[in-house]
């Protein structure tokens, strides 16, 4: 099957500072997504984004597909951005298959 | 915005026992997907439903079924309940058709179900 490897696995930052997470991928797909899973447990959608580059907010992601990796960037972290980030890829409809996380936390 | 809706988010039950997960998916969205998370673990897709029809399968146990029925709300039926069995169970939602603000094959976590077996 596909494998997923994100990294850092571990990140540590000061509030206010800016932050890079990479995604690499074996295989091509339909569908990649980038999810915040926060203290509670909560799995919050950030980004469905197979190919180029979206923004929300402090957050963006750019994917690129024909080198098999994408990137999510943080940028002015607060406290709240603490958690686990996953990133997750499939084909189209089929399940996701999940890379082991970046574990992150924000210090005040 | 409506979400995706499980029960219970809670559950305590005795090995060997039986459970069953509910989950009611975002309106409109056709396919409903399961997954189990372990205490540390990343998310481990189970099974999916496209239309009442199981669509893809990932590592489901034997002693787990499920069904989507026909308002497109889906069960989650595990037997013989194991120590190991204990996780977080999340089901999620998608739509293979557009639906306006949306884009097709996201997949929406609902809060998941909190399983521990003792």
């Known amino acids: 099957g596909i494998q997923v490897e994100q990294s850092p696995p571990d990140l540590i930052l000061q509030e206010g500072a800016n932050s890079t997470l990479r995604c690499n991928f074996s295989d091509s797909v339909n569908n990649l997504q980038w999810f915040h899973q926060n203290p509670w447990g909560q799995l919050i959608n950030l980004f469905y984004i197979p190919s180029g580059t979206k923004q929300n907010g402090r957050l963006s992601a750019t994917t690129v597909a024909t080198e098999r990796y994408s990137l999510l960037y943080i940028s002015s972290s607060q406290t709240t951005d603490s958690g686990v980030y996953f990133c997750?890829?499939?084909?189209?409809?089929?399940?996701?298959?999940f890379g082991k996380g970046t574990h992150l936390i924000i210090q005040p | 915005a409506a979400g995706v809706i499980q029960s219970p988010r809670h559950l305590i039950k005795e090995k060997r026992e039986t459970a069953t997960l509910k989950c009611y998916p975002i309106?409109?969205?056709?396919?409903v997907y399961w997954y189990q998370q372990g205490p540390g673990q990343d998310p481990q897709f189970l099974i999916s439903f496209y239309e009442k029809m199981q669509s893809d399968k990932g590592s489901i146990p034997d002693r787990f079924s499920a069904q989507q029925f026909s308002d497109y709300h889906s069960e989650l039926n595990m037997s013989s309940l194991e120590l190991g069995d204990s996780a977080l169970y999340f089901c999620a939602s998608s739509s293979t058709t557009y639906l306006s603000g949306d884009n097709t094959d996201t997949q929406y976590f609902g809060p998941g179900t909190r399983l521990t077996v003792l």
């Open positions: 309106p409109r969205h056709d396919t």
């Open positions: 997750a890829v499939g084909g189209g409809a089929d399940g996701l298959t």
